[in-house]
């Protein structure tokens, strides 16, 4: 259900993406929008793991580099990932204190597990193994790759709005008025709408890699541990560069804010997920 929730959210925010480029320039508008559709998610799918591993200045977890963290997290992702029968992914420290942890990539023999080193100093090894189940959820779900083109297509939309609002269709005075109104609209509307629908798909996809974590690890009980901590690490030592467009990666939102920004978050509560985690208790894991 989840799968076709997102594939559903993903073809509207294509459709909006479309519709903006047609009211900039009618069919070649249209057309234009598909071609940029189509650029941005070849982008997505071939450049968002290396770009977000660069933009935290990710370093590489070897037995040659940061060899104590590779001795620590390699046998946990080592056995997750035989239990689920996945690829071994490249492992990534981020020099950072605030705790938190991403997976990204484009499919499972091409993805990356990425540790803040915050989130080392503030785990035990049963929570830890709790984040990585997570992570390596979303690799397992391709979730990495349906997140990045959901944000790439919001961020072509809002700016094809803009354009739609200021260069749109021409016409006699009241056409252009008319116009202008719609531009407005659309203006205001797209963009807020492609952040409701990516938000709606990055909080599906976290739900489902949190059942991942509860299935793999045979316990709810690690990664609700986890998230009660990172819940107080990231409200004491929240992300301060961390970027908008990659938010969406992280176990938790790396901002820690609360208030509004609850609203338009692309996570969950935490309150949410370890409700749903805790009722696995009393349930079956499929």
């Known amino acids: 259900m989840n799968a076709v929730k997102t594939v559903l959210l993903l073809g509207v925010l294509s459709g909006l993406l479309l519709f903006a480029g047609e009211m900039l320039g009618g069919r070649t508008g249209l057309e234009w929008g598909l071609a940029m559709a189509v650029a941005m998610n070849f982008f997505s799918y071939f450049f968002s793991e ?8 990710a370093q590489p977890v070897t037995p040659e580099e940061n ?8 046998p946990l992702v080592y056995n997750l990932t ?4 996945l690829p071994m992914p490249k492992l990534w420290l981020i020099p950072e204190d605030s ?12 993805a990356s597990v990425a540790f803040t ?14 984040v990585v189940a997570h992570e390596l959820g979303h690799v397992l779900h391709r979730d990495i790759l349906i997140s990045s083109v959901a944000a790439t297509l919001a961020s072509a939309l809002t700016f094809l709005a803009r354009m739609a609002f200021w260069f749109g269709p021409r016409g006699n005075d009241e056409e252009e008025r008319g116009n202008a109104w719609a531009g407005l609209l659309m203006m205001i509307v797209a963009p807020l709408a492609a952040l409701l629908i990516q938000m709606a798909i990055s909080r599906t996809r976290e739900f489902s890699a949190d059942a991942a974590s509860a299935k793999y690890t045979h316990s709810p009980d690690g990664l609700i541990s986890a998230l009660r901590k990172l819940e107080i690490g990231i409200a004491r030592n929240p992300m301060t560069d961390a970027s908008p467009s990659t938010a969406h990666l992280f176990i938790l939102n790396p901002f820690g804010r609360g208030g509004l920004m609850k609203l338009f978050s692309t996570h969950p509560s935490t309150e949410e997920r370890i409700a749903r985690l805790e009722a696995m208790r009393y349930a079956p894991v499929r």
Do not use: K, Q
């Open 82 to 85: 035989r239990n689920m029968g």
């Open 99 to 110: 705790p938190n942890a991403f997976a990204t990539g484009r499919n499972p023999h091409h």
């Open 117 to 130: 080193a915050g989130i080392l100093r503030l785990m035990n090894d049963r929570e830890l193994e709790g």
């Open 67 to 74: 060899a104590e963290v590779y001795a620590r997290v390699y």
């Open 50 to 57: 290396r770009l977000a591993l660069m933009s935290y200045n």
